[in-house]
């Protein structure tokens, strides 16, 4: 994807104003329940830094909790396979797929999956994928991708909804969100009774144990993984931590940064493919471990930070630039600052430079991230790179040179007329402004010339 494009699909989204108006309403809900999760905590900066310092000790030791991970995972009794990139991910996820000659798989909330474009994948070996989770079956019956990392379908309105599920299923043209909602529930529920393969993302993989853990609020994760005899994870290999006591802090960090609740609603542990004696759960588990440009990210002494990221969706709702132009605009997995912050190692700078520069700095993800990313630090050492890497526009060297002198010289500003500013920066009221603005007008004489007329 191009700047240029990407500035052109922003233009047009910034100025829908039923677009604002959807995402407004749905995003202020979120910061109102929000506010209230976080005021339950007596010290939430005490939560923040105990949360932030056991992300850091992960990649401080990385290595040695991945495989401390490995090892009793697998003494569980899963099978743990390690993907360097979405092609191998998807080529293992493929070969279990016509191993169990798998004609239905379910799936859980998981923007990993994302990244392999999994959905698409399974139709390709003739094997319907369906997205569990209410939000990403709305998207997927709509043909769409999440729009954002928490709430997928954030950005269409209970008449939308009703709309869509009218044309699609037939239901009637102004149902309610209760009852489309019992509708989904009573299609899935044959849905998990019929399925061969279940397939979960993990919001933490704990080293000690070799557990998977799954966070949701809607209990489809647990059904997708109760009846199917295959349960697949895809997991980032940033999802660890160290031990399992510590699952009571980030659980709850997590869910009022997140959400607004005290606690989301199923936390829920899996341990491997049922053994003897037991009833339920799947026959085998693959816990699939997935790279796809994380070390990249670890490598990079100033980005490494943005792998203590919980995927809470708190930086989405804060930030100025993702509620003006949408999750659509940026056309990655991960939208917004995180995914501004990462997307550049994960798909490359060359294409995806650009998104380092859709943020004002303004500093509001920073201070709303649970774990403590210095998301502007690592956005302003982005757009170094892109410029070292010469992936700016020439026009723009052009300007920041001419910039750079005028700026060297004493009055150097002063030295150029009112008019000829103004005649500089009229392109600007036909491009980046956008129709609704005007570049301001520019004096005839600076403010130190005319301080000198007045002495």
């Known amino acids: 994807m191009s700047g240029k494009q990407f500035h052109k699909d922003a233009n047009a989204i910034a100025f829908d104003l039923r677009h604002r108006k959807t995402i407004d309403f749905n995003i202020g809900r979120y910061d109102a329940a929000v506010a209230k999760g976080k005021a339950r905590y007596r010290d939430l900066e005490t939560a923040r830094n105990a949360a932030a310092a056991i992300k850091r000790e992960v990649l401080a030791n990385w290595e040695k909790y991945l495989l401390e991970f490995e090892d009793n995972c697998t003494a569980g009794g899963s099978t743990v396979l390690w993907a360097r990139n979405s092609k191998e991910a998807g080529d293992m996820i493929r070969t279990i797929i016509r191993a169990e000659n798998a004609r239905l798989i379910v799936k859980s909330k998981s923007m990993t999956t994302e990244e392999i474009e999994l959905n698409q994948l399974a139709r390709e070996e003739g094997c319907e994928s369906l997205e569990t989770d209410l939000g990403e079956f709305i998207v997927q019956v709509a043909g769409e991708k999440p729009y954002h990392i928490v709430t997928p379908a954030m950005h269409k309105s209970k008449e939308d909804i009703a709309a869509l599920f009218h044309e699609k299923f037939g239901t009637p043209a102004h149902e309610g969100p209760v ?68 699952l009571g802090l980030l659980y709850q960090v997590l869910a009022s940064h997140g959400t607004g609740q005290q606690i989301t609603a199923y936390n ?14 799947p026959e ?64 490359g700078f060359k294409d995806f430079s650009h998104l380092s520069f859709a943020s004002t700095l303004c500093g509001k993800c920073v201070e709303v991230c649970p774990v403590k990313i210095p998301l502007t630090d690592i956005l302003l050492s982005n757009r170094r790179k892109a410029v070292e890497q010469g992936l700016r526009p020439a026009a723009e060297k052009l300007v920041m040179k001419g910039y750079q002198y005028l700026a060297s010289q004493p009055g150097g500003f002063s030295k150029v007329s009112g008019n000829i500013k103004n005649i500089v920066t009229l392109p600007l009221n036909y491009s980046g402004w956008g129709p609704q603005r005007v570049m301001p007008g520019f004096a005839k004489e600076s403010f130190s010339q005319q301080m000198k007329k007045k002495k």
């Open 179 to 246: 009852e489309l909602t019992r509708y989904v529930r009573e299609l899935l529920r044959k849905k998990y009774i019929q399925a061969d393969i279940g397939i979960t993302g993990a919001n933490f993989l704990v080293a000690e144990t070799g557990s998977v853990s799954v966070t949701e609020n809607e209990g489809n994760a647990l059904l997708s993984t109760a009846f199917p005899k295959i349960h697949i994870v895809l997991a980032g290999i940033e999802k660890l931590i160290p031990r399992l006591e510590q």
């Open 268 to 281: 829920t542990l899996f341990n491997g493919p049922r053994r003897d004696g037991e009833t339920g759960g």
């Open 284 to 347: 085998k588990t693959y816990v699939i471990l997935l790279d796809n440009g994380r070390t990249k990210v670890y490598a990079d002494d100033e980005s490494w930070e943005a792998l203590a990221c919980i995927r809470c969706g708190a930086c989405l709702n804060a930030c100025p630039v993702y509620k003006t132009i949408g999750g659509y605009t940026y056309n990655t997995t991960y939208s917004g600052p995180i995914g501004s912050v990462l997307t550049p190692f994960l798909k």
